[in-house]
């Protein structure tokens, strides 16, 4: 989209839609879909967030994760290809085998395989005495899964299509609304007695939700642990940031409009409704809706009053907190450092007791052995990242962040040296990023990746849906339901897309 600022505020939009991170793509790919006239505003100059993209002396880096759930062909829960398919567009993608080869504490190492017999039999051999327990949970994450893959996934909080889902598929509705108030480590805890087996389901949970099976929701459990068997992990050909690119692809295709470089400094608020943004160069768009695809913290204390905070926020904040950011470090190295039959991602925990410690876990993607053609020849990308708090890198010179980034680099790389030995000498390229590196070029508050539970909570039942406590306002993304992961946030857009199309009337 290049047209002019000026041209673009002569038009009536009926949703403008903060951020193009993949809640807000979805939002607005499905919105232009049904005929709305959307303008979604990015404050960066390409689209993603945290599923974009940046290139380097010939190496695409992925800017977040690059374990990718939902571009499967089957069933409901492959949001990111529906997502695709509702504007006409596809990518080709890569099946990986495995979802994870985790490297545990006193020398636990085990590789989640895409064929679900083969990882119960895999984990059945290192527990052998919990065979039973551990057929029992895993079958019963098959059961969320098995009810979620039958039903359509929209809004929860349009009455119509909870009153249609349930007339059609009244048993697995019944069976969610069963877990909804459970956490993944109440049902493990009821067939599993081991402690390390628990610890290995903590860190199932932590690679995804970052915090443990007791503050993980059934339902996004249920969700992760069969989907990766059923739809599989499959990485996108040419990067993470190709499915973004398609999906504004298809936005303009069926109408609507992106603008970059166009930072969102308010939301406007007129008779207490929310009617419109302003953009940090004064320019002002008007919509009929608008909707938040930045985090909660952003939303309600930068782009609104703070002192105008609905109490219901308040009340949220008091459950939840913000997740940690990242400390990112993006390597390019020989590719003969790594042996065949190395896998794409990878886990590394050296201690149970620091697996939610700043820098405590470290997860590892070379998504070059899925897709060569993202480095130069005959090397290879290794992007690991570590979860870090933005207090660690406050307050320093110049000079000492600079030291600080490099020592923290040089640390990781000589834990990873444990499971790619010989990758020191191998480097040839490297670039480290940091929470203030997350909060800088996302916009994110703190660097933070989305909300995490303060305590135990019941399940999914605290988390916000899309609408607020402000009419006309709609978040989207990893603070609102169901949470974190791509797939996740492409559910929060189809949810959100359809309350806005049901209360437009379209």
Request: glycine share 10%; hydrophobic share 35%.
């Amino acid at each position: 989209m290049t047209g002019t600022a000026t041209a673009i505020a002569t038009k009536n939009y009926d949703v403008i839609i903060i951020g193009s991170g993949m809640g807000g793509l979805v939002t607005a790919t499905q919105l232009a879909a049904k005929g709305a006239k959307v303008l979604v505003l990015e404050r960066y100059l390409i689209p993603g967030g945290s599923a974009g993209y940046f290139e380097r002396e010939g190496y695409r880096f992925d800017v977040g994760a690059s374990m990718i759930f939902g571009l499967g062909t089957q069933g409901t829960t492959n949001l990111l290809t529906r997502a695709l398919d509702a504007v006409n567009v596809s990518l080709e993608s890569i099946p990986d085998p495995v979802q994870i080869h985790y490297h545990l504490p006193k020398g636990l190492e085990l590789k989640v395989y895409k064929d679900y017999e083969k990882f119960i039999e895999e984990l059945t051999n290192k527990f052998p005495h919990e065979k039973i327990g551990i057929r029992r949970f895993y079958d019963e994450c098959w059961q969320v899964f098995n009810c979620l893959n039958v039903m359509e996934l929209l809004s929860l909080e349009e009455l119509g299509y909870l009153m249609r889902v349930f007339f059609q598929h009244p048993l697995a509705c019944l069976g969610l609304v069963k877990y909804l108030p459970q956490n993944a480590g109440d049902i493990a805890r009821r067939y599993i007695s081991d402690p390390q087996l628990l610890k290995f389901i903590d860190m199932e949970c932590y690679c995804w939700s970052v915090v443990p099976a007791d503050k993980t929701p059934m339902i996004n459990a249920g969700m992760v642990f069969s989907d990766r068997h059923y739809g599989g992990i499959n990485y996108p050909k040419g990067g993470v940031g190709t499915i973004s690119q398609k999906l504004v692809e298809g936005l303009e295709k069926v109408g609507g409009e992106i603008q970059y470089k166009a930072r969102v400094t308010n939301i406007l608020v007129e008779q207490g409704k929310a009617v419109g943004v302003k953009l940090a160069n004064g320019q002002e768009y008007r919509a009929k809706r608008i909707v938040s695809n930045a985090t909660r913290w952003d939303t309600f204390e930068k782009l609104l009053p703070k002192e105008a905070m609905p109490k219901t926020e308040e009340k949220w904040q008091q459950r939840y907190q913000q997740s940690p950011s990242f400390l990112s470090l993006h390597l390019g190295v020989k590719a003969d450092i790594l042996p065949p039959g190395t896998e794409c991602h990878h886990i590394l925990l050296e201690n149970w007791e620091t697996m939610e410690d700043e820098q405590g876990t470290i997860f590892v993607s070379i998504p070059t052995l899925l897709d060569p053609s993202l480095a130069p020849p005959n090397n290879h990308i290794i992007h690991t990242f570590t979860p870090s708090w933005m207090t660690e890198w406050q307050g320093l010179s110049p000079q000492d962040y600079q030291h600080k980034k490099e020592a923290a680099a040089s640390h990781l790389i000589e834990r990873l040296e444990k499971i790619f030995p010989g990758l020191i000498d191998g480097l040839n390229y490297q670039e480290v990023g940091t929470p203030r590196t997350h909060r800088r070029f996302l916009g994110r508050d703190q660097g933070t990746y989305g909300p995490i539970p303060r305590r135990k909570l019941l399940g999914l039942l605290g988390m916000p849906f899309n609408r607020t406590a402000i009419p006309g306002l709609y978040c989207v993304g990893d603070s609102t339901f169901p949470g974190q992961g791509l797939n996740a946030v492409a559910f929060s857009g189809f949810a959100c897309s359809h309350r806005i199309a049901v209360d437009l009337g379209l």
